[in-house]
């Protein structure tokens, strides 16, 4: 957790196609705790500022359990939705984020890694 929280809110760089596959523990010469290695970094980027921002913006309004602002922070600047669909975004990342919470923290975690890698956690 500490390697992906400091790639993504220090370091600013988002690996996109992180999985189990996708990384390593292994320990530094000399060392005795292990390390994790995140392999596989052809589909990572590093934010523009401005996006940056915004994703901290969103992670921070899906810790707080205010979904429908995670879902208003998404949309911010899309101009091809209509104010109705981007209502409709917002209700729905709210009602996923209010389900979620609801969940011990472990399976609250667990179930939305599942969930975005298309499978049925529940």
Known sequence: ??????????????????????????TAPGEDRPQIAILDAGMAVQLEPTNHVKLLGILMAFVKSEGYKAGKLMCDGQTNLSTEAVHLFCKDIEELVKVRFKLPKFLNFTSYTFDTRGNTYL
Do not use: I, Y
Request: no cysteine; hydrophobic share 60%.
């Open 1 to 26: 957790m500490d390697a992906v929280f400091s790639m993504v809110f220090m370091n600013n760089f988002v690996h996109a196609d992180l999985h189990p596959g996708n990384l390593l523990v292994t």
